[in-house]
């Protein structure tokens, strides 16, 4: 196999499967680019050795305390994958307080137009009464 396990596509996959499966089996190594994990160190475009209890740090960015520079910082898999589910879940919160705001713009305005409409007929019918006492109601 000559090409990289990273650069190949789905057909050379199908193609060369005997020599990919020899190569995973028992990775040694892992692709920093794409995760593939391989044997064989030539197999992979950003290969990095693989240990048993290495855990492969995860370059994140946070906002930094003195400015509004983001700056990098290196965090565990686990406490990366909490801070995304986080962010997930305060982004799907401000959707829906966007939607929710919308909405209530939405009806602010037909309350505004029904007012309006409201006042013009006011306007339109007025209460006049007789000599008699009586009140007519008079449209102008």
Do not use: W, Y
């Not at 794409?34 to 992979?44: E, N, P, T």
């Not at 305060?90 to 029904?114: E, F, P």
Request: aromatic share 0%.
């Amino acid at each position: 196999m000559s090409k990289r396990l990273c650069k190949m596509n789905h057909r050379e996959i199908r193609s060369e499967l005997g020599d990919i499966e020899k190569l995973v089996t028992k990775p040694n190594f892992m692709c920093l680019s794409c995760a593939r994990s391989s044997s064989d160190k030539a197999s992979l475009c950003k290969a990095k050795a693989l240990t048993a209890s290495e855990a492969i740090p995860i370059t994140v960015l946070e906002p930094a305390k003195t400015n509004n520079q983001p700056m990098l910082v290196e965090m565990s898999p686990k406490k990366a994958k909490q801070q995304k589910k986080a962010l997930k879940k305060a982004k799907k919160r401000d959707k829906k307080l966007h939607k929710l705001l919308k909405a209530q713009r939405k009806l602010v305005k037909k309350q505004q137009k029904l007012h309006r409409q409201l006042t013009k007929l006011e306007q339109g019918v007025t209460m006049t009464s007789s000599p008699s006492g009586e009140a007519n109601l008079a449209l102008h």
